[in-house]
């Protein structure tokens, strides 16, 4: 069924991904970090997302994050397992007026955290790519693997207040 009228498919993936903006609140919290995470919002239909775009997934020490959940295999930047790593598809990003400080992709295999800083920004590509979630065709914001963090790093630069 197409994913625009799939509002069950719409929901679990909108739920999914919550669970695992949880999961990484809670391991800034256990890096002692001030976290807050956005109170999860269900939308009634799967053409109402549009209205959450501002819609911010986390904070740490007051700067925003994006999260990605990835059915990929990844325990570090040197193992991605592609040459880019999708940050956000172009028409979300690009809505967005507040633009998170990082993307963090977390493997849902090994549960480990990549980010993708702003920082990078510049070198990001735009691909399209079928989206086998959704089952349709995406633009999306791509980042080149060598800017890819892994989650120590990201750790260090927060603490460090480098934003």
Not at 140 to 159: E, G, M, T
């Amino acid at each position: 069924m197409d994913w625009m009228k799939d509002d069950a498919k719409f929901k679990s993936e909108l739920i999914g991904g919550y669970d695992w903006e949880l999961f990484v609140a809670w391991q800034m919290l256990l890096e002692g970090f001030s976290v807050q995470v956005s109170k999860l919002k269900i939308r009634a239909r799967v053409e109402d997302r549009h209205k959450f775009a501002q819609q911010k997934d986390l904070k740490v020490n007051g700067w925003i994050y994006e999260i990605k959940s990835r059915n990929e295999k990844f325990t570090c930047p040197i193992d991605y397992p592609y040459g880019t790593a999708f940050v956000e598809t172009v028409k979300s990003w690009d809505a967005k007026i507040m633009k998170p400080v990082a993307t963090l992709l977390v493997s849902r295999e090994t549960k480990v955290i990549l980010a993708v800083p702003l920082s990078s920004r510049f070198a990001w590509k735009v691909e399209e790519k079928y989206d086998r979630t959704r089952e349709i065709n995406e633009t999306f914001y791509a980042s080149p693997k060598r800017f890819l963090w892994d989650f120590n790093y990201l750790v260090q630069h927060i603490r460090e207040q480098k934003w």
